[in-house]
């Protein structure tokens, strides 16, 4: 079974930085792609970052600029960086992978880690 443990969220004043981190229990190198979710309370869980296997990247307009995620295969781990933190980022972050394999799409989530930014 494939786990997703994320961490690295807290409590930071508005124009500050954290980084996130989701360590998978396995080789990253099997997931075709992984990525962050952000879900503010009351709101649906919307895709922030994801990055694929070859290290493509895409974001949401919302975060362009302020957000980076990044990969380490060494350590099965894939990082968010957050810069530039507004209160409207307020969210628990989640960790996704996705394997694609023989037409088949597996997800795979993490439990998720709080960002709260105060103004």
């Known amino acids: 079974q494939v786990q997703l443990v994320a961490s690295g969220g807290g409590l930071v004043q508005a124009g500050g930085s954290l980084r996130l981190s989701c360590a998978a229990s396995?080789?990253?190198?099997?997931?075709?792609?992984m990525g962050w979710y952000q879900q503010a309370p009351g709101k649906q869980r919307d895709m922030v970052a994801t990055i694929t296997s070859g290290g493509s990247t895409n974001y949401a307009d919302s975060v362009k600029g302020r957000f980076t995620i990044s990969r380490d295969n060494t350590k099965n781990t894939v990082y968010l960086q957050i810069n530039s933190l507004k209160p409207e980022d307020t969210a628990i972050y989640y960790c996704?992978?996705?394997?694609?394999?023989?037409?088949?799409?597996?997800?795979?989530w993490g439990q998720g880690t709080q960002v709260t930014v105060s103004s």
């Open positions: 396995e080789s990253i190198f099997s997931f075709t792609t």
């Open positions: 996704n992978a996705v394997r694609r394999r023989l037409g088949f799409s597996y997800d795979y």
